[in-house]
Structures are given as structure tokens and as C-alpha cells.
């Protein structure tokens, strides 16, 4: 958020996923409710419902994130405020031809692009007949952007920042992972998104304080904070 705050943007949305691994997930809700919008991910939805698809460490993660958000303690009022936003987060915006999403445009809260899906032209096809102009999606925590001419391309080939160009032109965009990154990098990412260009941030933070409040909670699979230390 520090860092956030020195780029001097406009307007900051989350793409979902706001729980589900971490330690402080009433933390984490409370911060993203001032945010302009967020999108229902998966893991979101899973805490309001049963789990389904998810591994052991996964889905016991959830249901000990369900027993914090059910938590009343002190202020029952703010646990109230926080499972009605789980409750009411859209499973998409789009707003003119820009299009956000926790997935993909064809399966909004759960379907995943990964890079290599750029060798099934089938799918990559159709999920581009759904792109108004620029769809941003996370899900796979995998950050680069996707292009309709089929290839996959990472921030470390974007230099500063990757151009939109061709305004007719449709993309896919990975914005990556704050909380969770999976492309071998450990630093928190996001994307900043101008009219012509993208700019993919990395932030570097305490990882180690996030993994000894993983080693604290008994039902948190100490796996969730030691992968963190590596990006995976």
C-alpha cells in the first residue's frame, strides 16, 4: 500500500482471492473494503460455501478462515460488515471495453489460464471472443500478458512498462499475486494500468513475519508461508 501511494494512482481494485491462505484475513477485508471495487475469487467464495477442487492444506485454510470471519469477539458489527462484502462482491466489472475478472471471461471465479494454454489455440480462441478490449484476471498467480496471437509474454520481457499499442488490439492480462506469487519471484506484485501503457510493480516485504503468524495458527499448513519465500 506504501508503495501504492507513492505512484500517486487514481483508483485501486483487487482482483479477488482477498482470503483463503493468509494469516490475517479479517485484516485483509478490512483493507481491500476501501479499495473501488473488488471481484469474487475462488477462494472468496469458498468461505462463504463448502470447497470444491481443493487440497488438503487448501481447503483447511478455508474452513479456519470461515471460523475468523464467524468470529464475533468484540465487535460482532465488523464481522457482520465483512461476511455481507464476501456475500456482495461481483463475479465481474466491466467498465467500457476493460473487463476484470478473477479467472478468466469464461469461467469469471474459477478457470484458469496458464501460460502454456497459448499452445490450445481452441481455448485461447474463445476466451479472446470474450475480451471486449483488455480483460485483467489473477487466479493463477502467475503475472505477464496474455495476446490474441497466441504467445505469453512476462514482465521481465515488458522493461519498463508494456505498451497497449494498437488499440484494437485484445489482451489478457495477469496482474499477479500481493499475496501469493508464483513465478519464482517472492515479491508482492500488481499492475499499474495507464491508457497506453502496463506497468508490473514488485514489492518486497517481511516474508518471514507472515510465515512465523502461519507457523502460529495450527490449522495453517506451515507449507502456505514456506512456499512464500521462494514465489511458488
Known amino acids: 500500500m506504501e508503495d501504492i501511494e507513492s505512484q500517486r494512482v487514481d483508483r485501486i481494485v483487487c482482483l479477488g482471492d482477498v482470503v483463503g491462505y493468509g494469516p490475517e484475513p479479517c485484516a485483509c477485508l478490512d483493507q481491500v473494503m476501501e479499495f473501488d471495487f473488488c471481484v469474487l475469487g475462488n477462494h472468496d467464495s469458498s468461505s462463504l460455501f463448502d470447497p470444491e477442487g481443493f487440497n488438503v492444506a487448501a481447503e483447511q485454510a478455508i474452513f479456519w478462515t470461515r471460523n475468523q470471519l464467524e468470529r464475533v469477539g468484540d465487535d460482532p458489527e465488523a464481522s457482520r460488515r465483512r461476511i455481507d462484502y464476501l456475500c456482495q462482491l461481483p463475479r465481474t466489472v466491466r467498465e467500457n471495453d476493460w473487463l476484470f475478472v478473477h479467472g478468466s471471461p469464461r469461467g469469471p471465479t474459477n478457470e484458469y ?48 512498462g508494456y505498451s497497449l499499442g494498437d488499440p484494437n488490439a485484445k489482451l489478457m492480462i495477469n496482474v499477479g499475486s500481493v499475496g501469493q506469487p508464483r513465478d519464482g519471484d517472492p515479491r508482492s506484485c500488481y499492475v499499474i494500468a495507464e491508457p497506453g501503457v502496463l506497468e508490473f510493480r514488485r514489492v518486497e516485504y517481511d516474508i518471514e513475519r507472515t510465515v512465523r503468524a502461519i507457523e502460529e495458527e495450527s490449522d495453517l499448513d506451515n507449507f502456505l508461508g514456506y512456499r512464500l519465500r521462494e514465489g511458488r
Open 113 to 160: 489460464v496458464f501460460p502454456e494454454d497459448t499452445q490450445n489455440l481452441k481455448k485461447m480462441e474463445k476466451l479472446f471472443s470474450l475480451v471486449p478490449r483488455l480483460c485483467f484476471q489473477g487466479h493463477t498467480h502467475v503475472p505477464g500478458v496474455f495476446t490474441a496471437d497466441h504467445r505469453f509474454i512476462r514482465p521481465a520481457e515488458t522493461g519498463t
